[in-house]
């Protein structure tokens, strides 16, 4: 319905697709592939939005475009350099590739910035043991029960 409204000058308003949700959708179900195209959609809405380019970098990283993932996630930096999705998203790339000194320069740039708020407690409780780890400190447990380089 929604293509004969745009055919025929009728109103798009009300079958307006929210790209980003939906890529938020499909990157939960598993379907990335689908989820970056929803979220290149969205970036077409909002020329450079960093939320938007940040769940691009998480989309490639999860189909293996790490080094996408990475520029995307710099690119996201130059513009904020307090991003602080994009500090975790690169730290933990840096961490698999094995550049540990960028990784832990990203980890204290996230928890210098750190979001608030019940999701990002997590993310925090694992970039801490993480950091903790890269820097030689043993932990007595990891406070968010997740593996320390699980990213």
Same mark, same amino acid.
């Given at each position: 319905?929604?293509?004969w409204?745009? =055919?025929? @000058? &009728?109103s $798009?308003?009300p +079958?307006?697709? +929210?790209?980003?949700r939906? %890529?938020?959708?499909?990157?939960?179900d598993?379907?990335?592939?689908?989820?970056?195209?929803?979220?290149?959609? #969205?970036?077409?809405? $909002? /020329? &450079?939005? /960093?939320?938007?380019?940040?769940?691009? $970098?998480?989309?490639?990283?999860?189909? *293996?475009?790490?080094?996408?993932?990475?520029?995307?996630?710099?690119?996201?930096?130059?513009?904020d !350099? +307090?991003?602080? @999705?994009?500090?975790? %998203? =690169?730290?933990?790339?840096?961490?698999? *590739?094995?550049h540990?000194?960028?990784a832990?320069?990203h980890l204290?740039?996230?928890?210098?910035? #750190?979001p608030s &708020?019940d999701d $990002?407690r997590?993310?925090?409780?694992? #970039?801490?043991?993480?950091?903790a780890q890269?820097? %030689?400190e043993? =932990? +007595?447990?990891? !406070?968010?029960?997740?593996? /320390?380089? @699980? @990213?």
């Amino acid at each position: 319905m929604s293509l004969w409204n745009k =055919l025929f @000058g &009728g109103s $798009a308003e009300p +079958d307006q697709v +929210d790209y980003y949700r939906e %890529g938020l959708d499909m990157l939960r179900d598993g379907k990335f592939h689908e989820a970056l195209t929803s979220f290149r959609l #969205a970036l077409k809405e $909002a /020329p &450079g939005d /960093p939320v938007v380019l940040q769940q691009i $970098a998480i989309a490639y990283t999860r189909i *293996g475009m790490t080094e996408e993932a990475a520029k995307t996630y710099r690119h996201v930096l130059k513009n904020d !350099p +307090d991003a602080s @999705g994009a500090h975790y %998203g =690169l730290a933990f790339i840096y961490l698999r *590739g094995g550049h540990h000194e960028d990784a832990e320069r990203h980890l204290r740039a996230f928890l210098e910035h #750190a979001p608030s &708020g019940d999701d $990002a407690r997590e993310h925090i409780a694992h #970039a801490q043991a993480t950091l903790a780890q890269l820097r %030689g400190e043993m =932990l +007595d447990a990891d !406070p968010s029960g997740a593996e /320390p380089y @699980g @990213g």
